[in-house]
């Protein structure tokens, strides 16, 4: 798409992905309309002098925590709702939003793909996934299930900065359970950073 324009906080551009599967009949059997963007957010300098850049820009992340207890239901925003959180955020000059204790919400990422707001994605809980409580294996496994549900489900948002693992939790960074959760992730999305956790300094 050499004629495609950047997602940033002040220009956010949006575009509609359409991927089709054609079998050999040449009769379509699928087929999947996705929001995307064209930008890249990602850590320089490791190591030395560690930032954040977006589009080869220094940036610094100002967010904040959204629950996800949204008024009249409890479980999800009216389209209306999910509009004024991301205004909100804006009037209180932050660049960022972070999904807390609770999936990623649609309507919300609609939102900000279009009006340049950033979203950390955390799943609620995710130190499970690592960390499971001892003799039971099923909660391992549904965390990892979730996890992976949470990535394809909003990987295509081009306001989706990264992937928090869980907020302010304890991890090991020599753990080889954190090691293969982390590789599944990249599988699933390789263009995104990886946060273990955020909150605590250790």
């Keep these: 798409?050499?004629?495609?324009?950047?997602?940033?906080?002040?220009?956010?551009?949006?575009?509609?992905?359409?991927?089709?599967?054609?079998?050999?009949?040449?009769?379509?059997?699928?087929?999947?309309?996705?929001?995307?963007?064209?930008?890249?957010?990602?850590?320089?300098?490791?190591?030395?002098?560690?930032?954040?850049?977006?589009?080869?820009?220094r940036i610094r992340i100002y967010t904040s925590i959204s629950w996800g207890y949204w008024a009249l239901n409890g479980l999800f925003p009216t389209p209306e709702l999910?509009?004024?959180?991301?205004?909100?955020?804006?009037?209180?000059?932050?660049?960022?939003?972070?999904?807390?204790?609770?999936?990623?919400?649609?309507?919300?990422?609609?939102v900000q793909d279009r009006l340049g707001l950033m979203r950390c994605l955390e799943p609620g809980g995710g130190a499970q996934a690592f960390a499971p409580v001892k003799g039971n294996a099923s909660a391992q496994r549904y965390m990892r299930a979730k996890i992976r549900g949470m990535i394809r489900a909003f990987r295509s948002h081009p306001s989706v900065a990264h992937y928090i693992i869980q907020n302010e939790t304890t991890l090991d960074p020599q753990s080889p359970e954190l090691a293969e959760l982390f590789a599944m992730m990249q599988a699933e999305d390789p263009s995104r950073t990886i946060v273990g956790n955020d909150g605590f300094v250790m």
């Design 82 to 110: 999910a509009e004024k959180e991301v205004r909100v955020a804006k009037g209180f000059n932050l660049n960022t939003l972070n999904f807390h204790r609770n999936l990623g919400k649609e309507d919300v990422l609609y």
């Design 1 to 57: 798409a050499p004629k495609a324009e950047l997602w940033d906080l002040a220009t956010p551009h949006v575009y509609r992905l359409q991927a089709e599967w054609l079998p050999e009949t040449g009769k379509s059997s699928a087929l999947r309309e996705v929001d995307c963007g064209f930008r890249w957010i990602a850590p320089d300098d490791i190591g030395s002098n560690a930032l954040l850049r977006l589009n080869g820009r």
